[in-house]
């Protein structure tokens, strides 16, 4: 019956013995020993034979092997228990069946592959490629979603009303809330601004609200417009980050058309802030000086440093006021008494064909400790004209008539720091000679 099935499949009978006969001999070794007779070796040569056989046709049971090994162990006179031959044959079945399933396994594998290229090259993506993008496509819009949210700058309370009697425009800044953290603690000094477009000679700022993300302001400031006017004005309140020794951060701001709102009842309302707009071209610069006193000689030191635009990121200039595109900027200090009586005026040295002058000149004046806190300082950048007036570039005030709370803020620090030199920058103000 063995030999039958090995002529149907064309074995080699030579080759299949010579291997089959190795592999006996070596899972020998590993068995109690027997020993190895001519009729054992002839017999390992026929098992090799119908193994080969076994493993090119897939339908033959492992009955039949098991019968055909008892048979030829018979006739070549080896005498061994019928199990052993049951067991090589169930083993010889698993090898085969792994092994012709590994290879099913492997073509299949290469299908997908070409498979796949053949998609790359038409310009297509595999199914595999398309279920990774949909895993990835759901993180990059979570990714876009949170970076909307970082966007976010806070928002402002804040009420406004009209006075018909007396033609007066009342804001009260309220507070703000969730406002992003400018500084490296994680906090912000935050103060707003209140200015009432086209015209920014008069603007308000409230106070400094220190290392605080939801600041509590309840400040309230009042704009003189007659009421035919007011329809083409703009309120603007700007958020700002409060730094002494660089420009202020702009937060955010919230711009109110005037002609929008109903001036017949009180409006308060929250408003998100927005990203500022590019005014800066207009604003007529920064300077920068230190404050020094001391009580005991009752002298105050002036030292102007140096000026330019600090708020505009494409220049750093001041404001340009000649016709060239230039400015001969000069810096004047006068001090007034509390009557705002001027008491005493002195002048920098002119710097010309400049936007971004440099000074470093220092400047003293004799003021009694009894006095200190009667008096303000005006400081003016100015364009000079031989041939006309001086024009104001821009101005503030310190002291008792301080035009702002940054400014309020460095003399009280000066004050509190007697015979130390205080330095910060300041943003000018639109102001007449």
């Given at each position: 019956?063995?030999?039958?099935?090995?002529?149907?499949?064309?074995?080699?009978?030579?080759?299949?013995?010579?291997?089959?006969?190795?592999?006996?001999?070596?899972?020998?070794?590993?068995?109690?020993?027997?020993?190895?007779?001519?009729?054992?070796k002839h017999l390992a040569g026929d098992v090799g034979r119908s193994f080969l056989n076994v493993g090119k046709s897939s339908y033959v049971f492992a009955g039949a092997i098991d019968?055909?090994?008892?048979?030829?162990?018979?006739?070549?006179?080896?005498?061994?228990?019928?199990?052993?031959?049951?067991?090589?044959?169930?083993?010889?079945?698993?090898?085969?069946?792994?092994?012709?399933?590994?290879?099913?396994?492997?073509?299949?594998?290469?299908?997908?592959?070409?498979?796949?290229?053949?998609?790359?090259?038409?310009?297509?993506?595999?199914?595999?490629?398309?279920?990774?993008?949909?895993?990835?496509?759901?993180?990059?819009?979570?990714?876009?979603?949170?970076?909307?949210?970082?966007?976010?700058?806070?928002?402002?309370?804040?009420?406004?009303?009209?006075?018909?009697?007396?033609?007066?425009?009342?804001?009260?800044?309220?507070?703000?809330?969730?406002?992003?953290?400018?500084?490296?603690?994680?906090?912000?000094?935050?103060?707003?601004?209140?200015?009432?477009?086209?015209?920014?000679?008069?603007?308000?700022?409230?106070?400094?609200?220190?290392?605080?993300?939801?600041?509590?302001?309840?400040?309230?400031?009042?704009?003189?417009?007659?009421?035919?006017?007011?329809?083409?004005?703009?309120?603007?309140?700007?958020?700002?980050?409060?730094?002494?020794?660089?420009?202020?951060?702009?937060?955010?701001?919230?711009?109110?058309?005037?002609?929008?709102?109903?001036?017949?009842?009180v409006v308060e309302e929250w408003k998100e802030l927005q990203a500022g707009g590019n005014d800066d071209n207009d604003k007529p610069g920064d300077i920068c000086f230190s404050l020094?006193?001391?009580?005991?000689?009752?002298?105050?030191?002036?030292?102007?440093?140096?000026?330019?635009?600090?708020?505009?990121?494409?220049?750093?200039?001041?404001?340009?006021?000649?016709?060239?595109?230039?400015?001969?900027?000069?810096?004047?200090?006068?001090?007034?008494?509390?009557?705002?009586?001027?008491?005493?005026?002195?002048?920098?040295?002119?710097?010309?064909?400049?936007?971004?002058?440099?000074?470093?000149?220092?400047?003293?004046?004799?003021?009694?400790?009894?006095?200190?806190?009667?008096?303000?300082v005006t400081i003016t950048v100015n364009d000079y004209d031989r041939m006309g007036k001086n024009e104001a570039i821009g101005k503030l005030t310190l002291g008792c008539h301080a035009?702002?709370?940054?400014?309020?803020?460095?003399?009280?620090?000066?004050?509190?720091?007697?015979?130390?030199?205080?330095?910060?920058?300041?943003?000018?103000?639109?102001?007449?000679?």
């Amino acid at each position: 019956m063995f030999s039958r099935h090995a002529r149907s499949l064309g074995a080699d009978p030579s080759a299949a013995a010579d291997a089959t006969s190795t592999t006996l001999l070596s899972s020998a070794t590993s068995s109690p020993p027997v020993a190895a007779s001519p009729g054992l070796k002839h017999l390992a040569g026929d098992v090799g034979r119908s193994f080969l056989n076994v493993g090119k046709s897939s339908y033959v049971f492992a009955g039949a092997i098991d019968d055909d090994l008892f048979k030829m162990a018979q006739n070549n006179g080896v005498a061994m228990p019928r199990w052993v031959f049951s067991g090589l044959a169930a083993v010889t079945s698993l090898v085969i069946f792994s092994f012709l399933l590994c290879i099913c396994k492997k073509c299949c594998c290469n299908k997908e592959k070409e498979k796949e290229k053949k998609g790359l090259k038409n310009g297509k993506m595999p199914d595999k490629g398309s279920a990774t993008l949909q895993k990835i496509q759901p993180d990059m819009n979570e990714l876009n979603r949170l970076g909307k949210k970082e966007k976010k700058l806070g928002k402002l309370q804040y009420s406004m009303d009209y006075d018909f009697q007396n033609n007066n425009l009342i804001v009260n800044i309220l507070q703000a809330s969730e406002l992003p953290a400018m500084d490296l603690g994680g906090t912000s000094d935050p103060y707003v601004k209140v200015i009432l477009l086209p015209d920014r000679k008069k603007k308000f700022e409230t106070k400094v609200q220190k290392k605080t993300l939801n600041p509590v302001f309840n400040e309230t400031f009042t704009f003189n417009v007659p009421y035919a006017e007011i329809g083409g004005k703009t309120l603007v309140l700007a958020a700002y980050d409060f730094d002494r020794f660089s420009k202020h951060d702009v937060i955010g701001e919230v711009r109110v058309p005037m002609n929008s709102v109903d001036l017949g009842q009180v409006v308060e309302e929250w408003k998100e802030l927005q990203a500022g707009g590019n005014d800066d071209n207009d604003k007529p610069g920064d300077i920068c000086f230190s404050l020094r006193y001391v009580p005991t000689a009752g002298k105050l030191t002036i030292v102007i440093l140096e000026a330019k635009n600090k708020a505009d990121p494409h220049s750093e200039n001041l404001k340009k006021m000649d016709v060239g595109g230039l400015s001969d900027p000069y810096v004047k200090i006068t001090v007034f008494s509390s009557e705002n009586k001027r008491l005493k005026k002195k002048k920098t040295t002119v710097k010309k064909n400049t936007l971004n002058p440099y000074f470093n000149e220092s400047f003293s004046f004799e003021i009694p400790f009894e006095q200190i806190q009667k008096v303000s300082v005006t400081i003016t950048v100015n364009d000079y004209d031989r041939m006309g007036k001086n024009e104001a570039i821009g101005k503030l005030t310190l002291g008792c008539h301080a035009s702002g709370s940054e400014e309020l803020r460095h003399w009280s620090d000066m004050l509190a720091s007697p015979r130390r030199p205080i330095a910060q920058w300041h943003t000018l103000m639109q102001g007449e000679e």
